[in-house]
């Protein structure tokens, strides 16, 4: 093989290529005429390896992770690799199945930075050698093509809405999937500003603020709030029962009253897509300073991108509403044991204090009248106890007719007034309770805390019930 007749064929079309994909497509078709190889160009784009050309295989792998097989070994060390025997190297990524060895370049650019790989893959019998010099020299001429072109192609904006759809799909929590819905919209659609409106009861409101927000976001929060409920209903109004809209970048034309917050805020390009359903979803707005035309795909991507966080929005909620069920009593609806132990185990010495709670003379009420008598009983007690806590207090059912509460107390006495309202409240609906109290102490387990407010609770019971008692340290 002349390998410099290769090297010469190969890169003498490379100065007439206008884009660095014509280059790549070039230098993987020129090269194939002489090397019996699956061969591909892979270069990074956003934060992935993008196959940008290849040729002789069924299947390439479209993307590949910065530090993925032996490209990716490649591309991060900035050092190639002739690789004997593929069977024998862990990093190896599988592109057909009589592949036997490879040949991995970096391709670099003029200050020796990587900008992507050159791969070659054999299925027979080759001279690695002389092919791992060539591909070096190839590697090399290519690089600096792409980079009189502008550098590696840039990321399209369906390739980015698929990256942010990944994004929100893994999405912890809600404040996180919406500040990736934002900044998704921002970056797909280019324009500087994207805030989210919630239907709902009792009114429409404004989706939480992210740390990307910039100027004009900031303006059109503030004005949105200044206009208060009435222009951010008929928002999500207009955008349910008309669907999508968008400007088109024309001067002189007033905006409708709804948006007239949006103007004052300086936006003078929207985009509104209509997100979920009319009832419980909103509208999502994209906005910016500049006098724009929004092209249909652009918008075409956003409503697709209000979709997909839509989608995993219900999702997340789907899944809060399963786990407030499972870790809640059905019957009261108050947490119980699973939530209460990690909770107990977080008490603060001295400040938190446990109320162990028994319905006197339940069993009576089960044995007279039966159980759903008991049940109507305990759901009213329950209400009747929430009521009489504080906000921030936490009441929890954690046996058939036990309860516990804990709250926050500046010293014991408090809890003792607390735990008399709360057989205040029970006396009102025509029951009583018997409760002990105690406040952990240093270097306490929280279970010996609840066992000595339990202790205080029996002692009440044997000494006629109705009452509240103090636990000893």
Not at 49 to 67: D, E, H, N
């Amino acid at each position: 093989m002349d390998h410099e007749r290769v090297v010469r064929d190969v890169t003498v079309r490379l100065p007439m290529a206008s884009t660095a994909v014509e280059a790549c497509q070039w230098t993987v078709t020129a090269l194939a005429r002489y090397a019996p190889a699956t061969i591909s160009v892979l270069l990074q784009v956003h934060d992935r390896l993008r196959c940008i050309a290849a040729t002789g295989s069924w299947q390439v792998f479209s993307t590949v992770p910065p530090k993925s097989g032996i490209v990716g070994r490649v591309y991060a060390s900035g050092e190639g690799a002739t690789v004997p025997d593929v069977a024998a190297d862990p990093d190896y990524l599988p592109l057909r199945p009589d592949v036997t060895a490879e040949i991995c370049v970096p391709v670099l650019d003029p200050a020796g930075r990587p900008i992507g790989v050159l791969d070659l893959q054999w299925s027979g019998p080759a001279e690695l050698g002389p092919w791992r010099q060539t591909a070096d020299r190839l590697a090399g001429r290519l690089g600096a093509r792409i980079v009189a072109l502008g550098g590696p192609p840039a990321e399209s904006r369906s390739e980015k809405l698929l990256r942010h759809a990944t994004a929100l799909t893994s999405a912890p929590t809600e404040w996180d999937l919406m500040g990736t819905a934002l900044t998704a919209a921002r970056d797909v659609s280019t324009l500087s500003a994207a805030v989210l409106v919630f239907a709902g009861q009792p009114g429409p409101r404004l989706g939480a603020p992210t740390g990307a927000s910039g100027e004009l976001e900031s303006r059109i929060r503030a004005e949105l709030t200044e206009a208060g409920a009435g222009p951010l209903g008929r928002m999500v109004a207009r955008a349910h029962r008309h669907g999508t809209a968008y400007t088109l970048g024309e001067a002189g034309h007033p905006p409708t009253d709804e948006y007239e917050p949006l103007a004052r805020a300086g936006a003078r390009t929207l985009v509104s897509v209509p997100v979920g359903p009319p009832d419980s979803g909103g509208v999502l707005l994209v906005a910016d300073e500049r006098l724009l035309r929004p092209d249909p795909t652009t918008v075409n991507l956003i409503e697709l991108l209000a979709g997909q966080a839509w989608g995993a929005l219900d999702r997340l909620r789907t899944l809060a509403r399963l786990r407030e069920q499972a870790n809640s009593d059905p019957l009261t609806g108050l947490r119980h044991t699973g939530p209460f132990g990690q909770r107990i185990r977080a008490a603060t010495p001295g400040r938190t204090a446990l109320l162990a709670i028994d319905v006197d003379g339940f069993k009576e009420v089960n044995d007279t009248y039966g159980h759903q008598a008991g049940d109507r009983l305990l759901v009213g007690l329950a209400r009747a106890l929430e009521g009489a806590l504080r906000q921030g207090d936490e009441l929890y059912r954690v046996g058939g007719d036990e309860f516990v509460a804990v709250i926050e107390v500046s010293r014991p006495e408090e809890a003792v007034r607390i735990a008399e309202r709360l057989t205040e409240a029970a006396r009102r609906t025509g029951r009583t309770i018997s409760v002990g109290v105690a406040l952990p102490q240093p270097g306490e387990s929280a279970e010996l805390t609840l066992r000595r407010a339990d202790q205080a609770l029996y002692a009440v019971k044997r000494q006629g019930r109705d009452a509240v008692r103090l636990a000893t340290p």
